[in-house]
């Protein structure tokens, strides 16, 4: 049997995930994660094996988080289609510009840091991608098989994976500091070629 944990996780993992989001994996230590968190380095080690082992708890988590995030969004929201649509990328920009620093994601830098040498890292994001995609597939079915909007069954997918894909470059831009209005222009342009598919 496991031996409980002699330190508040949520705690650790909350200042965990704040440094590898602002400084990436290479360039956090597990002395400044014990440190932000009042935790020993060696219960770090004791609970995780390894920074990398710390690192993929702190992931998972928050990639679970980005799922759930998708999930409220949606689920908040039961207007016309393109209204959701803009709805759902207004509230990617409102998380994204949250933090002065514009920190992107941590899921799109861990990937891009790390997809490369630790499998588990794309496998991580790879499997959050889906059940995002997921989220919005389930959101255009339900106007497609409404009559809503004009989609054959086919193209149902597509559009939810380009959906995730503006939504990530919304991100991405918003990391390189790109204003909010630029931004939003970006949401308008998707708004309108979802509203080209409205029956009425």
Not at 62 to 80: F, M, N, Q, T
Not at 138 to 161: F, H, K, M, Y
Request: hydrophobic content about 45%; some cysteine.
């Amino acid at each position: 049997m496991a031996r409980p944990r002699s330190f508040d996780e949520q705690v650790l993992l909350d200042g965990a995930q704040d440094l590898f989001w602002k400084n990436g994996y290479e360039r956090t230590s597990i002395d400044e994660i014990a440190a932000t968190a009042g935790v020993g380095n060696g219960s770090i080690y004791s609970a995780y094996k390894s920074k990398l082992g710390l690192f993929i708890a702190v992931f998972e988590r928050y990639c679970d988080s980005r799922v759930a995030l998708v999930d409220e969004i949606l689920a908040g929201h039961d207007g016309p289609f393109e209204d959701a649509v803009e709805n759902y990328l207004d509230e990617i920009i409102r998380d994204c510009t949250a933090h002065e620093d514009r920190r992107g994601c941590l899921m799109l830098n861990s990937i891009a840091e790390l997809g490369s040498r630790f499998p588990e890292v794309l496998a991580i994001g790879a499997r959050s991608n889906a059940r995002m995609e997921d989220l919005l597939v389930a959101r255009v079915a339900s106007s497609a098989n409404s009559g809503e909007i004009r989609l054959g069954t086919d193209g149902i997918r597509p559009l939810a994976a380009h959906i995730v894909l503006v939504s990530q470059g919304i991100i991405h831009l918003s990391r390189t500091g790109v204003a909010v209005a630029k931004l939003r222009e970006v949401v308008a342009a998707a708004r309108d070629l979802t509203a080209r598919l409205r029956t009425a």
